[in-house]
């Protein structure tokens, strides 16, 4: 059973960075693409940035991109999501991705970011 646990959330001011984590067990993480999305209030889910299984390639939506970075180590099954220069509009429940046939998703870590 895969499970994916997020942490590293909080309350940041404008410019200010935070580094998500996203613990994943029960598969063989490595082998995987891993993902991270988010979800504003009274918004729909959008994604985020995904990295391939060896970390060589890496994807980001066009909000994001400049100012996060995804990264993994496949020796400790993490993924991680290292958010600088952060904005009031990337407050929001960030959730990390793992798609084997279906798509598992963690319980989400909240980010708050203040003007």
């Known amino acids: 059973q895969v499970q994916l646990v997020e942490s590293g959330g909080g309350l940041v001011q404008a410019g200010g960075s935070l580094r998500l984590s996203c613990a994943a067990s029960?598969?063989?993480?490595?082998?995987?693409?891993m993902g991270w999305f988010r979800q504003a209030p009274g918004k729909e889910r959008e994604f985020v940035a995904t990295?391939?299984?060896?970390?060589?390639?890496?994807t980001y939506a066009d909000s994001v991109k400049g100012r996060f970075t995804i990264s993994r180590d496949n020796a400790k099954n993490t993924v991680y999501l290292q958010m600088n220069s952060l904005k009031p509009e990337d407050t929001a429940v960030y959730y990390c991705?793992?798609?084997?046939?279906?798509?598992?998703w963690g319980q989400g870590t909240q980010v708050t970011v203040s003007s």
């Open positions: 991705n793992l798609h084997i046939g279906k798509d598992y």
């Open positions: 029960g598969r063989t993480f490595s082998r995987y693409a």
């Open positions: 990295i391939t299984w060896s970390g060589g390639s890496t």
